[in-house]
């Protein structure tokens, strides 16, 4: 009965990985993976993850279903942290908090809902976007279109994007990066994020805000403004949240899908309706990842802990970005880099072309996308050097 299925080709990215693991030269960079890393190049857990996971060791009494929504606990810390603390939209009651596995698990029910309660709507994301995205929507039945979102020249095509939303028909829904946009980096301006609100209000378009990066970019507040902006001012919104980055919790799926509805009532309509969604998929989530944020949120000590570690993973990032642009300053190429200063998140659109990306791979041994998309928590101050002078090099 299997005869006929065929084999396809392994992620690009995983393909990426082994050919790094196998690479024996010792000044190999690997800039394609998509976790942070610290300047010892690991992915540690964090010190208020361990000391919460301490706690629930301890305390945990029962391992019984959390239920299809996940746990109210989280909701409650989760709902603050996305929307602000004492947001309108909260006193209104007017957003619900379904735990997810992952940001990718509340972008699939995020989908399967659309699909069900909004039939013949499209899911409109920017070209690029993060590979996923193209597969979980169709996944879920929808049909998927794009929009401009970088020019030839590697800038924010935002002219682009704004002219193509303007013509996106009624009722379409339309993904957004709420902030550190992957893959490019390029995020939007406060000013650009309240045209974007408008034309979506004018044209009566559903944005679906994929929020993966809270705190990576300028802040955790900072980062979620355009995520208010669009709850506070319009009737719907669905966010997906997700805690892995943030709180370095890949492996234990933790996210959350917020729909915002026009109040309280219709809110209501739409949880139990977000309640099915999750049964038919997976039951109910996994119940760690939630319990550790829950902790860490609920306790002010741990959540200043983690609000630093926080802090210094962000810093650390957006301190590379800048170093990286300076390091390239002595070949004359700061100019043709300067993007990589402005990005925000792990991710950067280089501009550096496959051919170019070849390169530095095979003499190299510097490893990333083709697309030229680099994790620049992969950069640190040991390798900036070599790796700048590596750019320079096929230049
Ligand atoms: C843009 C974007 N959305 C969502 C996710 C989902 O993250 P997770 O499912 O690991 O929480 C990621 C992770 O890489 C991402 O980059």
Redesign the pocket.
């Known amino acids: 009965m299997f005869e006929h299925i065929e084999r396809v080709p392994g992620d690009a990215i995983l393909g990426l990985i082994e050919a790094y693991k196998k690479d024996t030269n010792p000044q190999k960079v690997d800039l394609g993976v998509?976790v942070y890393k610290d300047a010892q190049g690991n992915t540690p857990v964090m010190r208020a993850v361990k000391e919460a996971e301490a706690l629930l060791l301890k305390n945990e009494t029962t391992k019984t279903y959390i239920g299809s929504h996940g746990s109210a606990t989280y909701g409650e810390v989760i709902l603050p942290l996305v929307l602000g603390e004492g947001s309108p939209v909260l006193q209104t009651k007017r957003a619900s908090a379904t735990q997810s596995?992952?940001?990718?698990?509340a972008?699939r029910l995020a989908g399967d809902f659309i699909a069900q309660q909004m039939p013949g709507k499209a899911i409109w994301v920017s070209d690029p976007?993060?590979p996923?995205?193209l597969g979980i929507f169709p996944a879920a039945g929808l049909t998927l279109r794009k929009y401009p979102y970088v020019d030839a020249e590697n800038r924010l095509d935002f002219d682009g994007m704004l002219a193509a939303l303007e013509q996106i028909p009624e009722g379409d829904v339309v993904l957004l990066?709420a902030c550190c946009h992957?893959p490019t980096g390029f995020d939007l301006s406060r000013e650009q994020w309240q045209q974007v609100m408008e034309v979506v209000r004018e044209r009566q378009l559903l944005p679906l805000i994929?929020f993966?990066?809270q705190g990576f970019g300028e802040g955790l507040d900072e980062d979620a403004y355009g995520v208010r902006l669009m709850a506070e001012n319009l009737d719907e919104v669905i966010i997906?949240s997700?805690?892995?980055?943030n709180f370095g919790i890949?492996c234990e799926?933790?996210?959350c899908l917020i729909m915002v509805a026009k109040n309280n009532e219709q809110m209501e309509n739409v949880r139990s309706q977000i309640a099915i969604v999750a049964r038919e998929n997976y039951s109910n989530p996994p119940a760690h990842g939630g319990a550790i944020v829950s902790e860490i949120l609920h306790s002010a000590e741990l959540a200043a802990i983690w609000r630093e570690e926080l802090t210094e993973m962000r810093d650390r990032i957006n301190t590379l970005r800048r170093d990286f642009v300076e390091a390239l300053k002595p070949y004359g190429l700061a100019q043709q880099y300067a993007c990589v200063a402005e990005q925000r998140g792990m991710f950067s659109y280089t501009g550096l072309t496959p051919e170019q990306v070849d390169r530095l791979r095979d003499e190299y041994g510097i490893y990333m996308v083709r697309s030229g998309r680099a994790n620049v928590a992969g950069f640190s101050h040991e390798n900036l050097a070599y790796l700048t002078k590596a750019i320079a090099a096929v230049n």
């Not at 596995?101 to 698990?105: A, D, E, I, K």
């Not at 997700?242 to 980055?245: L, P, R």
């Open positions: 998509g596995p992952g940001g990718t698990g972008l976007t993060w996923n995205h990066h992957n994929d993966a990066y997906t997700s805690c892995s980055k890949y799926r933790t996210g």
